[in-house]
């Protein structure tokens, strides 16, 4: 998830090549920019659990804004992930134990595929990228290509990870990547891909984190047509 400091119109609609599809009963206004991934705009209140949610509002630039964020993976990756469902919605809030808060995106398995919960009113590129390093971070972790123990290398001799620690900016990219491990890859990710080259010059921990990740989807999934580089790579220029 990102956490802020701060009746469904189906938009988009194509499932060629995905796994299964996910079920939306209606479905008004269909587009197609990226294979397997829906993205809709929500109208009403929905509970999910750890978190709540309002209708969108104008949802017009966040709806772009998903857009450019996915041109950005190169063709063919998307659909490797299985069935994205990119829910945009208002007012995200957090209940139970993370109550209290105002949240930019969560991501959730849903079947198959994802489930990506994004506050239309809050949204940036860099929330689309840190949630779309969940979804490649729970991908990589179940096949085993992530792991704790290597990612471990790359944090201090002895870190844990948890809520209120002095920042260590060598090793980690903010306070909130302290906090959980997912959080930090996926932190680590989200800035590649904000900043580009150059971004972790200065930290060869978070250098290193980026690396490593690189590698692991390198190494998971097809990259046949892929450029030379992809932007996150371009990062450890
Ligand atoms: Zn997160």
Redesign the pocket.
């Known amino acids: ?2 956490r802020l400091f701060g009746v469904v119109l189906l938009l988009l609609l194509a499932f060629s090549g995905c796994a299964s599809e996910i079920d939306n009963p209606e479905p008004i206004e269909t587009k197609s920019f990226a294979s397997c991934i829906t993205v809709t705009v929500s109208r009403e209140h929905r509970d999910f659990g750890s978190f709540t949610a309002g209708p969108a509002g104008d949802a017009d630039s966040a709806v772009k804004l998903v857009q450019a964020a996915l041109e950005r993976y190169p063709a063919g990756f998307t659909d490797q992930w299985g069935p994205v469902e990119i829910l945009l919605v208002g007012d995200l809030t957090g209940t139970e134990s993370f109550a209290g808060g105002r949240y930019a995106g ?1 991501t959730q398995r849903l079947g198959d595929g994802w489930r990506m919960v994004l506050d239309a009113d809050r949204l940036n590129a860099g929330t689309i990228h ?2 779309i390093a ?1 979804i490649l971070d729970g991908i990589l972790t179940e096949a085993g290509a992530l792991t704790e123990t290597e990612w471990m290398a790359f944090c201090p001799s002895g870190f844990a990870y948890g809520p209120e620690q002095a920042l260590c900016p060598d090793f980690f990219a903010d306070a909130y990547a302290m906090t959980d491990i ?2 930090d890859r ?1 932190r680590t990710f989200e800035e590649a891909m904000l900043w580009g080259p150059g971004v972790y010059a200065d930290s060869p921990a978070l250098w290193l984190k980026l690396e490593y990740l690189s590698r692991a989807i390198r190494t998971h999934f097809d990259t046949i047509g892929w450029p030379e580089k992809t932007d996150w790579e371009l990062a450890l220029e």
């Open positions: 998830m990102k969560f840190h949630e969940h997912r959080e996926a």
